[in-house]
């Protein structure tokens, strides 16, 4: 393996960010050899009345911008430590576009926070890592 390419899932989420400051550390291990790929995942607005009032572009650029303000603080963190990076913004189900993205890209790991959402969000709605950890064609680190 000549390079081995990461995928950090940011949310913007405080284990997220604990994420990315775990990922630095490990860096001087595999460095020059190592590809990172930040991606935020945006859940869509499934309301049709929002559809109505905002056009398609207009939503597009809502999903832009908040993945970049998730990416935000990431992008810093990254920027201060010298690593090169590219970035991603998708919208959908957020554990099936980080595996497909994953998947397209030839990650060798995801890196992501063990959790994003609040507590008992996590427990009614079932854990985004978890769904990760199971459809994940390569091997997942979680940061807590």
């Not at 398609?56 to 990431?74: C, N, P, T, V």
């Not at 994953?102 to 890196?111: E, G, L, P």
Request: glycine content about 6%; hydrophobic content about 40%.
């Amino acid at each position: 393996m000549d390079t081995l390419k990461f995928l950090l899932a940011v949310d913007g989420s405080d284990d997220s960010q604990r994420t990315v400051d775990h990922v630095i550390h490990l860096l001087p291990w595999y460095k020059p050899r190592v590809e990172i790929d930040r991606l935020n995942v945006q859940l869509p607005i499934l309301s049709g009345n929002v559809k109505t009032f905002i056009n398609r572009e207009q939503l597009e650029e809502y999903y832009r911008d908040e993945g970049h303000a998730a990416l935000k603080s990431a992008r810093e963190r990254l920027d201060r430590a010298g690593v090169a990076y590219s970035f991603h913004v998708a919208t959908g189900a957020p554990a099936e576009v980080i595996v497909e993205y994953a998947k397209k890209r030839r990650c060798h790991q995801i890196c992501m926070g063990s959790r994003g959402l609040g507590a008992v969000a996590g427990l009614l709605l079932g854990s985004v890592a978890s769904k990760v950890i199971h459809l994940a064609p390569c091997p997942v680190l979680l940061v807590k």
